[in-house]
């Protein structure tokens, strides 16, 4: 992992942009929230930039205070697999500050670069230890990784790589925003990013989408994808699951 700058370096970024935002620390007061922050060492990254190593001997959770980073790993021929999107106000790392392990994937910035607090692995151990509502909410997140990885074996053991591209697209479209029976999906996903989640290709992460559309389930607008019935694609990859 790169190593983050000193408390000194940081500080004025740390007064400035608290972990006020994020989730997992709102149970906390103000003042709790203050304290934690002057445990944590600041860094921004540029975009592209790694946090995190797969494999390294580090145990610092990674809490994004700005941007978006991803978490990745590559397969023994160098292609790209990706795991998950991390926004603003979550947190990443928590595995091996809780278990001690090296980290099971790498972490890098995406978009403009990002903002990260870096709590060492026995403050945060303290912290949850100390607050059981924080305990809950971290054992709720491993269980949420725990259910999203389930998922995404059971598809790459069961589904073809269109269906897979149709799961990907579903679950994006439940993370966006809704509109009556539509999903909108912004910002739009970029053909590579996909077909590193379901392993695929770009090629045919485009023609899948590209027959959504010609099927009317699917409408690109310049700053988003609208899924234009949920429900139906969400019939359309339970159908598949089923018949699995």
Request: proline content about 5%.
């Amino acid at each position: 992992m790169t190593k983050p700058d000193s408390p000194a370096d940081g500080l004025a970024e740390a007064s400035a942009a608290s972990l006020d935002r994020i989730e997992l620390l709102r149970p906390l007061s103000a003042d709790q929230r203050a304290a934690v922050a002057r445990q944590c060492r600041w860094r921004r990254f540029a975009p592209d930039e790694q946090l995190i190593d797969h494999w390294a001997d580090t145990r610092d959770v990674a809490f994004v205070v700005e941007g978006r980073v991803r978490v990745l790993s590559h397969s023994a021929g160098g292609r790209e697999i990706s795991f998950n999107d991390i926004e603003a106000g979550e947190l990443v790392g928590e595995m091996s500050a809780l278990d001690g392990r090296p980290r099971s994937a790498s972490v890098v910035a995406l978009g403009e670069g990002a903002l990260v607090a870096f709590l060492p692995a026995k403050p945060f151990q303290a912290l949850v230890t100390a607050h059981p509502e924080l305990a809950m909410a971290t054992m709720l997140r491993l269980c949420d990784k725990l259910r999203g990885a389930t998922d995404r074996i059971m598809e790459l053991s069961t589904l073809g790589a269109n269906n897979r591209v149709h799961a990907e697209l579903l679950r994006l479209a439940k993370r966006g925003s809704r509109q009556g029976a539509s999903a909108i999906i912004a910002p739009i996903p970029v053909h590579s990013d996909i077909a590193a989640r379901v392993s695929t290709t770009r090629e045919t992460v485009a023609r899948v989408l590209s027959d959504l559309a010609r099927d009317g389930m699917l409408e690109r607008r310049p700053d988003a994808l609208v899924v234009r019935d949920l429900s139906r694609l969400e019939m359309l990859v339970e159908d598949v699951r089923g018949g699995a």
